[in-house]
């Protein structure tokens, strides 16, 4: 719409004579997005974006849509559809003619969409005792989720829908993490679905790593793919993806310790730390866009022409022997691998999207060459091309703006991924830990005011104006606990307990419980929303949970178990229904049947084998239901946290001990269990760590 309509002169005319237009960021404003989003879902029976809507003067809305055509498009010159200008006149005569009628429809429309918004947030109320003791939240609705993404589940391409498909990495972190969960979870679930559900990520995972939605030259993945085989992407690239995507590869590599998976953890990583995607200044930029100049002298855009190749570019940039092998790698042919049907405005003739298509044994029985060799063929390739796209295509677009919620999502990612690495490769395990707490210490610095203790939400040459919304204290309360598990430093402790005071004072309801979008007394919202569903993004209230239950063990504090336990509470009608819905809270209702523990490490020899060994089995964790805390230590800083927590005050730091918490009192452990290994080896698994290391260099 941006081309047909939005610079179209006509357009411009009718807008701004009969209409005041209003553009939109729904990445800096989500609420008002949301909003209106909701009126679209309910009015036509689906959204999208773009997203328009039209609007009284009280913001309350009379009509909206997403595409409409624009002038001379040829779907309107044959009367296929409504265009935005016919549109445009219809809305306008309407208004001047029946003025009245808009707004009473308008109030009408509201008021449902406030008791729509309403409904359920009281149900554990009006359900009874029953409910009140959170009766109806039981391990088995774990079990009701996983069956239906074992219906949805293609088991030829991975994933859990047709095309297009998006890669949901919350749903694929609950089925990797099931098997993961105290046993008591896996009694219910059953071991054998619990083997299923980790073959059914791993395998959409795996597929996704080798498709063309992952970029194979460069870094990093797309936000969706136009097919069903993972192989055409939407080439936009979104921060959310990224941060998601690493922990859910992450936790691949930990429980099944592939390689592969672990390759994909280095390109994600190595994404978020450099530029583009990385800031200056600290903090990570928010997208890069789809479309881009094929070349420096061309003047129009085109999607994807940053990513795909023709057989000539490999055989001008590589010599013929590595033309031929990479081109076979990546499945590149003379005529394109793009399908027509596809290509609707022919804009990828002779192109290809790379996907991995072969393996090296194979390519080496082909071309008569070894393993190694091919290998090494394949490695230099990729670098060449990625350093040939590099000087001779112009970058997409970026994104520049630095938003909060995203950041924090990939400040957890980034602090988990340093701990795993710690062993495996320590130069790149400082590169993420740095670059997790530049990130904060920009948001610190730039978008938080510490005498009030509230955030804002977006930066871009300077603060904006929109302020913090509870996924931007969600998501980085999130990122901050995982900072402080991997440096054990309590000043991102004390930094995340001041943002949940300060989430629970603006936006969690007192009345009904669980925590609204925005906080209150906005002038330029018609109401506010609670957010229990997850969607491209885990939910608020799903993340907020598990932090308050995370915190609430490292702390020693049960308002905070309280406060996530009646959070639950207020979607429990809602979980009922269609618990896969909420794959983010369901970690939350396992902690509130079953209880957390927090594990204490003491002894102030950061090198002494009792630590070492505890440490390095908190690193391959993968569960829910435990925390770790580090006393003493020359690399720990825990002076504010034990004047939080008296029971970890009460603790002689500089004794060598393991200790488990639990209901306000510890017991010290003769060996550390965390649960069950997520290799056949223990600590990172069976894999020698310069062997894993040395498999994630291979392509």
């Known amino acids: 719409m941006e081309r047909e309509s939005f610079h179209s002169a006509e357009i411009a005319a009718i807008l701004n004579s009969s209409f005041i237009p209003i553009k939109l960021d729904r990445e800096e404003r989500p609420d008002i997005d949301r909003i209106y989003m909701n009126y679209v879902q309910a009015t036509t029976g689906s959204g999208g974006w773009p997203l328009n809507v039209f609007l009284t003067p009280d913001l309350e809305p009379v009509f909206g849509g997403t595409y409409w055509p624009g002038p001379n498009h040829s779907m309107t010159a044959v009367g296929e559809t409504v265009g935005f200008l016919e549109i445009l006149e219809k809305m306008r005569d309407v208004w001047q003619k029946q003025e009245r009628r808009c707004l009473e429809s308008a109030k009408e429309i509201t008021r449902q969409l406030r008791e729509f918004a309403e409904e359920g947030t009281h149900s554990h109320r009006q359900l009874g005792e029953k409910t009140e003791k959170g009766d109806g939240l039981e391990i088995e609705l774990l079990e009701d989720a996983y069956q239906h993404f074992a219906g949805k589940y293609d088991p030829v391409n991975g994933g859990f829908a047709r095309a297009p498909k998006f890669p949901t990495p919350v749903n694929l972190a609950f089925l990797l993490r099931l098997g993961q969960m105290p046993q008591a979870v896996k009694d219910v679930v059953g071991e054998g679905d619990c083997a299923t559900a980790l073959a059914m990520a791993t395998n959409t995972l795996r597929r996704m790593a080798r498709g063309g939605i992952r970029d194979q030259i460069g870094y990093g993945f797309a936000r969706y793919s136009v097919t069903a085989d993972w192989s ?163 970058r997409p677009s970026l994104d520049d703006k630095i938003v909060v919620a995203w950041n924090g999502l990939a400040i957890g990612a980034l602090a988990r991924t340093s701990k795993v690495l710690a062993d495996i490769d320590p130069e790149k395990s400082r590169e993420c830990k740095t670059a997790a707490e530049r990130a904060v210490a920009f948001i610190k610095q730039e978008l938080w005011d510490e005498p009030s203790g509230k955030l804002w939400r977006v930066y871009r040459e300077g603060r904006g104006d929109a302020p913090g919304f509870a996924d931007d204290y969600a998501f980085l309360i999130q990122g901050l606990i995982e900072l402080y598990e991997a440096t054990f430093n309590d000043t991102y402790l004390e930094f995340a307990d001041k943002l949940q005071q300060t989430q629970i004072s603006l936006f969690h309801d007192p009345a009904s419980s669980a925590f609204f979008s925005t906080p209150a007394h906005q002038p330029d919202l018609l109401m506010r929303l609670k957010e229990g569903m997850d969607a491209a993004e885990p939910s608020t209230n799903g993340i907020s949970a598990s932090n308050l239950y995370r915190l609430s063990s490292i702390l020693d504090d049960d308002s905070y178990a309280d406060i996530a336990r009646s959070t639950l509470l207020a979607f429990e009608s809602e979980i009922l229904q269609h618990p896969f819905l909420f794959s983010s809270l369901l970690p939350a209702v396992v902690v509130m049947n079953l209880g957390i523990r927090g594990v204490v490490l003491t002894g102030e020899d950061d090198d002494d084998d009792v630590v070492v060994s505890a440490l390095r089995r908190s690193r391959a964790d993968v569960g829910v239901t435990t925390t770790v805390v580090r006393l003493g230590g020359g690399q720990s800083r825990s002076g504010w946290l034990c004047g939080r927590n008296q029971l970890l005050a009460s603790m002689d730091a500089r004794r060598k001990g393991v200790w488990v918490c639990e209901g306000g009192s510890c017991r010290e452990e003769g060996a550390m269990d965390l649960g069950p290994g997520p290799g056949p080896g223990g600590a990172i698994g069976g894999a020698d760590a310069g062997d894993v290391k040395e498999a994630d260099k291979g392509t």
Request: charged letters at 30%.
């Open 232 to 394: 055409l992407p939407h080439f936009e690239k979104m921060l959310y993806d990224q941060g998601q995507l690493l922990n859910v590869y992450l936790d691949a590599f930990l429980i099944t310790q592939d390689p592969e998976m672990l390759g994909a953890v280095y390109d994600i990583s190595t994404y978020l730390t450099t530029p583009p995607l990385a800031a200056a200044d600290g903090g990570f930029y928010s997208a890069e866009d789809a479309d881009s100049h094929p070349t420096h002298s061309d003047k129009e855009k085109r999607e994807g022409a940053f990513y795909v190749w023709t057989l000539k570019d490999f055989h001008t940039i590589l010599d013929k022997r590595s033309a031929d092998v990479c081109a076979r790698f990546y499945g590149v042919t003379s005529h394109g691998n793009v399908s027509r049907e596809n290509d609707p405005h022919d804009e990828f003739i002779s192109q290809n999207v790379l996907n991995i298509k072969s393996t090296p044994s194979a390519l080496a029985k082909e071309f008569g060459r070894s393993e190694d060799e091919v290998v090494k063929i394949l490695k230099e390739g990729r670098i060449k091309l990625r350093e040939w796209r590099e000087r001779e295509r112009p």
